[in-house]
């Protein structure tokens, strides 16, 4: 089971605003970066947001990234339906030694 | 273009093993750290184990301790997972990831297209 909590689904019509929490520990969001994956349907993960809130070359500025204390929360902003997707988020735990992910938000554009 | 590239993947009897290569192309291998992840089917992602570029310091999930074997060959530009003691329960798709670093498990910002494993009698 994942030590990183994130609710199963989220959806927004086009053009909304919709935020997804990751809830973790002091062993892994509390003491380390946060990352945020997108996965289309089919496809490999892509990496969103590094580093609690950079993003990559070529990832709209649509998407955000922030954390506070043990928890990270990613936003999409202008929600589109080409948003719809699995979305991921991970960190090191300390504790365990391993990278975790968390246990991925279906987004579903109505 | 940067690239990965899976394969080994297949149909495997429980007790089994199994070796995937991940054949990198497009920028410097040795330079950066390597993971795999995987997804069983209608599942989420579960990092798997990680390696870092020059190949000194391993990192594994408790799941495949003791079971999965992670190289490199730098020379190669190949990654690799030996897996041994198949369970039906590591039945997935195995993804290599380039990490943005060279050491332990960081962001992963290539992927390949994933390999499936299927460990079934």
């Known amino acids: 089971q994942s030590v990183l909590t994130q609710p199963p689904s989220a959806s927004g019509t086009p053009g909304q605003r919709v935020t997804i929490s990751c809830s973790g520990s002091?062993?892994?969001?509390?003491?380390?970066?946060v990352f945020w994956y997108q996965q289309l349907p089919g496809t490999a993960p892509k990496l969103l947001i590094d580093?609690?809130?950079q993003r990559p070359s070529g990832v709209p500025d649509r998407f955000s990234g922030s954390k506070s204390g043990t928890s990270a929360s990613l936003a999409i902003s202008g929600l589109r339906s080409e948003d719809e997707a699995d979305y991921y988020c991970?960190?090191?735990?300390?504790?365990?030694?391993?990278?975790?992910f968390g246990t991925g938000t279906k987004v579903t554009v109505l | 273009e940067v690239q990965l590239l899976e394969s080994g993947g297949g149909l495997v009897q429980p007790g089994g093993s199994l070796r995937l290569s991940c054949t990198a192309s497009?920028?410097?291998?040795?330079?950066?750290?390597m993971s795999w992840v995987r997804q069983a089917p209608g599942k989420g992602l579960e990092w798997v184990s990680g390696?870092?570029?020059?190949?000194?310091?391993?990192y594994y999930a408790d799941s495949v301790k003791g079971r999965f074997t992670i190289s490199r060959d730098n020379s190669k530009n190949t990654l690799y997972l030996q897996m041994n003691s198949l369970r039906a329960e590591d039945t997935a798709v195995y993804y290599c990831?380039?990490?943005?670093?060279?050491?332990?498990?960081?962001?992963?910002?290539?992927w390949g297209q994933g390999t499936m494993v299927t460990v079934s009698s």
């Open positions: 990831a380039k990490d943005v670093g060279s050491g332990m498990p960081d962001a992963f910002d290539v």
């Open positions: 497009g920028f410097t291998f040795n330079s950066y750290g």
């Open positions: 390696i870092s570029g020059s190949g000194g310091s391993t």
């Open positions: 002091s062993s892994n969001i509390g003491s380390n970066y």
């Open positions: 580093r609690n809130n």
């Open positions: 991970a960190a090191w735990d300390d504790s365990l030694s391993r990278y975790v």
